[in-house]
């Protein structure tokens, strides 16, 4: 049974050139996000030791979300989802070089936060296809493995990634992050235009196209009408505005409750990224996605953030950080998988970014809010109320789901 759990993990891997190719680019891409994610938030607390400005940089960073959302899922299932990825691929690579440009010559914060705008409209379309694009690469069957993997790529580099900032921060300064994420970016760019377009799986599209309106109000409306899917999107925007918010709240806890440096920061950031990797590699293993999965993910989440709220020493942080991304990487992986398998294909993009789009916009409120939070009652009371609302939120969604 365990040999046969380890094969299930990684077939879309053995299966699909294409597939592997994206895999790999992807994995070296990532580390120079995280770290240039792990960077970001430290420049802003070094030049104004501001929670609260941490907070206005997440705002930046997802308020995309919230603008472009609804239209990005209508390109997602219009265009040619591989060249449209690396159209987005090639913005980002350009925000990380102008980030690396304006920390270099000590520019203006008013110039990293509308860098962070930008990249984050970058990442708005990027997301629904990357998500249409694996469909493409591995296929319905496989699906919910490569999600998982997806997952996986993630969250390798949210163990790889900031530790490695953390060390070149200190060694380098935190202009070096943004130029190795820049350069990161050839990776999945070359992996991208090396696809043999032929291997790819088709789409059944349909022949309509209806007007941008028009579109966005058919995928709110095959939403709407599907229990399943109003569930899993009720959940992600209350995580999106509680309990995703770790990434604001760990800078805080290393510099204001822990008053360590650098390689705290890695750790901790490291930490939740190995959680979130073995949560997506045993989601990864799983036959088919699970309701029972998705909501032991959502409680274990809310359990582990309030029980940071009681924390003041690193190595327990650690640990409990590592509950917390293996929580939310399985929550996170088994709903985006329900949703791809659930859409047909001509809405896939739609329903993808509708997800995005509760989970994403709520980010931006979330970020601030917690900011205020940990600037108001530390991080004691930012950690508390997220928690809290997850929590409930998880005791909500078994009420409504019972045993399946």
């Known amino acids: 049974m365990a040999a046969s759990g380890r094969g299930r993990t990684f077939r879309s ?47 930046c960073r997802y308020v995309p979300f919230s603008v472009f959302g ?184 290393t510099a204001k409750t822990l008053h360590a440096g650098p390689h705290t920061l890695g750790f901790l950031f490291a930490c939740f990224g190995l959680g979130a990797l073995c949560g997506a590699l045993v989601t990864a293993s799983a036959e088919r996605p699970r309701w029972r999965r998705l909501l032991a993910g959502l409680g274990g989440l809310g359990i582990a953030l309030l029980a940071l709220a009681l924390q003041r020493s690193t190595w327990a942080s650690g640990a409990l950080l590592l509950v917390v991304g293996a929580a939310f990487s399985t929550w996170s992986a088994t709903g985006q998988t329900m949703l791809q398998l659930t859409a047909p294909d001509a809405l896939r993009g739609r329903v993808v970014s509708l997800y995005l789009l509760v989970f994403g916009g709520f980010s931006p409120i979330g970020s601030v809010l917690s900011g205020w939070l940990a600037g108001v009652g530390g991080t004691r009371l930012a950690f508390l109320v997220t928690g809290l609302c997850v929590a409930a939120t998880a005791v909500y969604d078994v009420t409504r789901i019972g045993g399946r």
Request: hydrophobic residues 50%; contains cysteine.
């Open 13 to 59: 891997l053995r299966n699909h050139r294409n597939y592997r190719l994206y895999f790999s680019g992807q994995l070296v891409s990532v580390i120079g996000t995280w770290m240039q994610d792990a960077a970001l938030p430290w420049l802003i607390l070094q030049r104004t030791h501001s929670s609260l400005q941490v907070g206005l940089l997440l705002f």
């Open 70 to 253: 609804l239209l990005s899922g209508v390109a997602a299932d219009r265009f040619d989802n591989r060249r449209l990825l690396m159209a987005t691929q090639t913005t980002s690579m350009c925000v990380a070089a102008g980030l690396a440009t304006v920390t270099l010559l000590h520019g203006p914060l008013a110039l990293v936060y509308c860098l962070a705008v930008v990249g984050g409209t970058a990442v708005v379309f990027d997301s629904p296809n990357r998500q249409a694009l694996t469909f493409r690469l591995v296929g319905r069957e496989e699906l919910p493995n490569a999600v998982a993997l997806n997952s996986s790529i993630f969250n390798a580099g949210r163990v790889i990634g900031p530790a490695a900032g953390g060390v070149v921060i200190a060694a380098a300064g935190v202009a070096a992050c943004f130029v190795v994420n820049a350069a990161s970016f050839l990776a999945v760019l070359s992996a991208l235009a090396l696809m043999r377009p032929h291997e790819l799986y088709r789409l059944d599209r349909g022949d309509e196209r209806p007007a941008a309106l028009a579109a966005i109000r058919e995928g709110i409306g095959y939403v709407r009408h599907n229990r399943s899917l109003r569930l899993i999107l009720g959940t992600a925007a209350v995580v999106g505005l509680a309990g995703f918010n770790v990434r604001v709240l760990i800078p805080i806890l």
